[in-house]
């Protein structure tokens, strides 16, 4: 079955202590990118990723990083959570150009 | 920059009443336009889609039509159910690998 999967669904950590998200997708697309959800804000791009080795900055990446070693990877590294990160993140993928995204579950952070 | 705006909910109807989501957008150039729907506990799904002026994009009885003119991309449906509960996002592209989403209109449908 076609899907991007996140880990874990449920996480409540503590201020500073780091943490990596996980998300994998099965569809061999080149495109990863990592959204933050927030009430009234709709959805909120954090990174991005054309392909493997190559990301770039969305709408909101400070305090967060990413890499892309392999194509159907794409960790979300909070190095220092902070409270104001508790956020429901989304992982999706999509084939090159303006092609639509494959959404995860999602992830709910909590971070006190 | 390129956003989104859309009608703020929450959208109370009854089933088989008419739907409308209105989605307006700010953007340079010709952004590719959509709806996603998010069930609880999941991801959003796309729901449908248009890539140019004029394009309708249709899906499970919800269309919307691309309107440059009035940069918009209102969602419709003519007769909901129960199933049809949800949030509703509307995004743009803009370019490969950006996208905007607007803050959501959650629709609760009672019977």
């Known amino acids: 079955e076609a899907q991007v999967t996140q880990n874990p669904r449920y996480l409540i950590t503590v201020t500073g202590k780091k943490l990596t998200v996980t998300c994998s997708q099965n569809?061999?697309?080149?495109?990863m990118s990592w959204y933050r959800q927030d009430p009234g804000l709709g959805l909120r791009q954090i990174y991005y990723s054309m392909n493997v080795e190559v990301t770039d900055k969305g709408d909101v990446p400070e305090g967060y990083k990413v890499s892309r070693k392999e194509k159907r990877n794409f960790p979300l590294i909070l190095e220092s959570p902070s409270p104001n990160q508790t956020s429901l993140y989304f992982c999706?993928?999509?084939?090159?150009?303006?092609?639509?995204?494959?959404f995860g579950n999602g992830t709910r952070l909590t971070v006190t | 920059g390129d956003s989104v705006t859309q009608m703020e909910g929450p959208v109370t109807l009854s089933e088989e009443a008419f739907l409308t989501i209105n989605c307006t957008y700010t953007?340079?150039?010709?952004?590719?336009l959509f709806w996603y729907v998010q069930y609880p506990g999941e991801g959003l799904q796309l729901l449908l889609k248009?890539?140019?002026?004029?394009d309708k994009g249709s899906n499970k009885g919800f269309e919307a039509t691309y309107r440059k003119e009035t940069t918009s991309f209102h969602l419709e449906k003519g007769s909901v159910q129960v199933s049809d509960s949800a949030v509703y996002f509307c995004?743009?592209?803009?370019?490969?690998?950006?996208?905007?989403f607007g803050a959501g209109t959650q629709v609760v449908v009672t019977p």
């Open positions: 999706a993928s999509s084939l090159p150009g303006r092609s639509p995204l494959h």
């Open positions: 953007a340079t150039g010709y952004p590719s």
């Open positions: 995004a743009l592209s803009p370019s490969w690998g950006k996208f905007q």
């Open positions: 248009a890539t140019k002026a004029d």
């Open positions: 569809m061999n697309h080149e495109y």
